[in-house]
Structure formats: structure tokens, C-alpha cells
């Protein structure tokens, strides 16, 4: 058991150092490091979202699971929130909302 974990630990933690370094190649996979390392609060993000796309924010704001994951991705430390980029990458019906999540992450300091 101890072995797995450490392989986990490796796994996560390489995933993590992939993402928040952001690609240096091109691929079809979007660039997480300005989302997992902004300095913007939970507040400057919802108003972004509200300012970027209504639609999005109101379908998040109907989640409280959601919401309470913003809360907690925006609490944690870049590795741990890397980690939790890539669990959410990793599902098909997430993909439509990448390019907004890029966009708030890109003007959520202005808010």
C-alpha cells in the first residue's frame, strides 16, 4: 500500500509541476497556469464571470457543489489546486468552460 501511495504522490505531483509550468509545446490542451496561479480572491472571480459570461456564472451560482469547489480550489496552494485542475480536465463535459475559466483568470485582478 505504501508503494501506491508514493506512486500516487509522484503521479499528482508530476501533473501538478506539468500544469502550473504550462506547456512549452503546442496541444490541444488549454494553459492551467494562469488559472492555478492567480492571486484573485473568490469575490474578483464570481464578478469577473458575472461580467464575462452571465450565462456561466449563473449556471454556477445554481451549484452549490460548485461553488463550494471555487471556494476551495481559490484556498488551496497552486500544487494542490493543479492537482485539482486536472481531475477537472479530465472531464468531457468540462471542456466547454475552459476558455471562460482562461478568461476570468486573465482579468479577474481588474475586479
Request: aromatic share 6%; charged share 5%.
Amino acid at each position: 500500500m505504501k508503494l501506491s501511495l508514493t506512486r500516487l504522490a509522484a503521479a499528482v505531483g508530476g501533473a501538478a509541476l506539468a500544469l502550473s509550468a504550462g506547456a512549452g509545446v503546442a496541444s490541444a490542451e488549454p494553459d492551467l497556469g494562469p488559472i492555478i496561479n492567480t492571486t484573485c480572491s473568490y469575490g474578483q472571480v464570481m464578478a469577473a464571470l458575472n461580467a464575462q459570461s452571465p450565462g456561466a456564472a449563473a449556471q454556477l451560482s445554481a451549484s452549490p457543489i460548485a461553488l463550494s469547489y471555487l471556494r476551495q480550489f481559490l484556498a488551496s496552494p497552486p500544487p494542490q489546486r493543479a492537482a485539482m485542475a486536472a481531475q477537472i480536465q479530465a472531464m468531457p463535459q468540462a471542456a466547454p468552460y475552459f476558455g471562460v475559466v482562461q478568461s476570468v483568470a486573465g482579468v479577474c485582478n481588474n475586479y
